[in-house]
C-alpha cells in the first residue's frame, strides 16, 4: 500500500481541523478586550448575555448551520470541492471578523466561518474514513482532532505572543491572522482527489473509484476486493430511505448520546473562557494566559497519546479512560471553587481535565460518527451527529458568563461531573466497539433490519 500518499491525503484534509480549533478558541484571548470594547450593547439589558451569545456564541450558531446543512454539499458536490469551500469561509471569516467597526458586524463574519467549522466535522472525517484502511482508520480520522486541539494551541500562543508585542487592537490581530493558514489550506486541497466511496455511492463511477483506489493500492486484488465491498453494500440500501429509519435507530442514538455527553463534558465552555475561569480562581492575569497555553499544551501531547492508543486498545476503552479522568478532575474544581482553595490545585486539575478529554471523547468522537452509519448516509448521520454537538456548544459556553454569576463556579463544575458520570454508564451499557472492522462490517452489525 502506498502510506505515504494515504497520509499525505488524510493529514491534508486534517488540516480543516487546525482552522476548526484556531478559528473557535482564538475568541479567548480577545473576548475580554472586546466585551470592554462594545461594553454597551445589551440583550435583555445584560451585557454579558450579549456578549455570550452575540459576540462568543455567533461562531458557534454558524458552526450550528454548517453542521445541519453541511451533509447536503458533501452529497451533492462531493467531500473535496466542500473542503475547498469551506477554506473559502475560513479566509473571508478572519479578515471581516478583524476589520468590524461594530459588534453585529463583526457576529456576522464569525457567524461565516462557524459555518465552515461544522461543515469540516462532516466532510473531512467522511473523507479520510472512506479512503482509510480498517486497521487504521482510527488514527487517522483522528488526525482531524490532533489538529484541531493543534489549531487549538497555536492559538493560544498566538493570542499570548500578539497581546504582548501588539498594544493598540491586539484582538484584531489575534482574530485575523487565521487568514493566513486558511489561504494556505485551501489551495492545498486541489491537489487531494475525491473520496471513492462517495464516486461509487454517489456517482456510480467505479472506474473513477477504482483510479483512486489505484493510488493506494499495488495490487488489482485489493483494488477489487475494496471496490465490491462498496457495491454489495450498496445492494441492500434503499435511496429513499433516512438515518430517520427504524433500522438506524442504533447508529442514531449512537451519533447523538456522544455528542450530547461531549458537550456536557464542559470541554468548549472551559476552553472558550480559560482565562476568565483562572481568574475566578484567583490567579494573576499573565497567570491565566500561561495557564491557557498549558491547557493547550496538554490537549497537544494527550491526542497524540489517544491517536497511538485508538487502534490499540480501541474506541471504548478511551472513552472509559476519559469518562474517569473527567468525574475526578472536574470534582476536584467544583471543590476548589467550593472551598476557595487557591494556588496551583485549579490549573492542575484543568490540566487533568483537558488530558482526560484529549485521551477519550477528543480522540473519539469524530472517528465514533464517522464510522456507524452505512456509505449513502454517511454524510447525514455525520450532520446529525455534529449538529448535536454544535447546538450544544453554542448553547453551553453561551451561558457560561451569566450562570457564573448566577449560580456560580461550584455548581457549573458539579453539573458537568455529574454529566460524565451517567456517560461512563451509556458506555458500559450501549456502546459498542469498531475498531478492526470495515465501515461495512460495522453499520452492518448496527442496523435493525426488523
Known amino acids: ?82 473542503l475547498v469551500f469551506i477554506g473559502v469561509l475560513y479566509t473571508i471569516s478572519a479578515i471581516g471578523s478583524s476589520m468590524a467597526s461594530d459588534p453585529w458586524i463583526f457576529a456576522l463574519f464569525r457567524f461565516i466561518g462557524g459555518i465552515g467549522v461544522g461543515a469540516s466535522t462532516i466532510a473531512a472525517p467522511s473523507f479520510i474514513s472512506e479512503i482509510a484502511p480498517q486497521e487504521k482508520r482510527g488514527r487517522l480520522v483522528a488526525t482531524y482532532q490532533f489538529n484541531i486541539v493543534f489549531g487549538i494551541l497555536i492559538a493560544f500562543v498566538s493570542n499570548a505572543l500578539l497581546a504582548k508585542y501588539i498594544s493598540n487592537d491586539a484582538w484584531r490581530w489575534m482574530i485575523g491572522i487565521e487568514a493566513l493558514p486558511a489561504i494556505i489550506y485551501t489551495v492545498m486541497m486541489f491537489a487531494i482527489p475525491e473520496s471513492p466511496r462517495w464516486l461509487i455511492t454517489a456517482k456510480n463511477n467505479i472506474e473513477a473509484a477504482k483510479q483512486v483506489f489505484r493510488s493506494l493500492y499495488d495490487n488489482e486484488g485489493d483494488i477489487a476486493e475494496q471496490v465490491n465491498l462498496i457495491v454489495n453494500s450498496q445492494k441492500s440500501t434503499d435511496d429513499a430511505e433516512s438515518i430517520f429509519s427504524k433500522k438506524y435507530g442504533i447508529p442514531l442514538s449512537l451519533a447523538f448520546f456522544i455528542a450530547f455527553f461531549n458537550q456536557f463534558s464542559g470541554i468548549n465552555a472551559i476552553l472558550y473562557y480559560a482565562n476568565r475561569i483562572f481568574a475566578e480562581a484567583g490567579l494573576a492575569e499573565q497567570a491565566g494566559a500561561l495557564g491557557s ?158
Open 293 to 450: 497555553i498549558g491547557l493547550g499544551i496538554t490537549n497537544f501531547v494527550f491526542t497524540l497519546l489517544g491517536m497511538f492508543l485508538i487502534d490499540r486498545l480501541g474506541r471504548k476503552q478511551l472513552l472509559y479512560i476519559g469518562s474517569v479522568g473527567y468525574i475526578v478532575s472536574l470534582s476536584i474544581v467544583s471543590l476548589c471553587f467550593y472551598n476557595d482553595w487557591s494556588g496551583m490545585i485549579v490549573p492542575i486539575s484543568l490540566f487533568a481535565f483537558i488530558a482526560s478529554h484529549a485521551i477519550g471523547q477528543g480522540a473519539v468522537i469524530w472517528v465514533f460518527i464517522s464510522e456507524i452509519f452505512p456509505n449513502h448516509l454517511r454524510s447525514s448521520g455525520q450532520a446529525f451527529g455534529s449538529s448535536v454537538h454544535w447546538v450544544l456548544a453554542a448553547i453551553i459556553p453561551s451561558l457560561v458568563p451569566i450562570l457564573f454569576n448566577s449560580i456560580g463556579a461550584v455548581t457549573v463544575f458539579a453539573i458537568f461531573a455529574f454529566m460524565m458520570l451517567l456517560q461512563l454508564v451509556w458506555i458500559k451499557m450501549y456502546v459498542p466497539e469498531t475498531k478492526g472492522k470495515s465501515l461495512e462490517a460495522v453499520s452492518e452489525s448496527l442496523t435493525n433490519f426488523n
Open 1 to 82: 500500500m502506498n502510506t505515504k500518499k494515504l497520509y499525505y491525503w488524510s493529514i491534508t484534509v486534517a488540516l480543516a481541523g487546525f482552522l476548526f480549533g484556531f478559528d473557535t478558541i482564538v475568541i479567548s484571548g480577545a473576548e475580554q478586550d472586546i466585551q470592554r470594547l462594545w461594553g454597551s450593547y445589551t440583550l435583555f439589558g445584560s451585557n454579558d448575555l450579549f456578549h455570550g451569545i452575540v459576540i462568543v456564541g455567533a461562531a458557534l450558531w454558524g458552526t450550528v448551520l454548517g453542521a445541519i446543512f453541511g451533509a447536503i454539499p458533501n452529497d451533492r458536490l462531493g467531500r473535496k470541492k466542500t
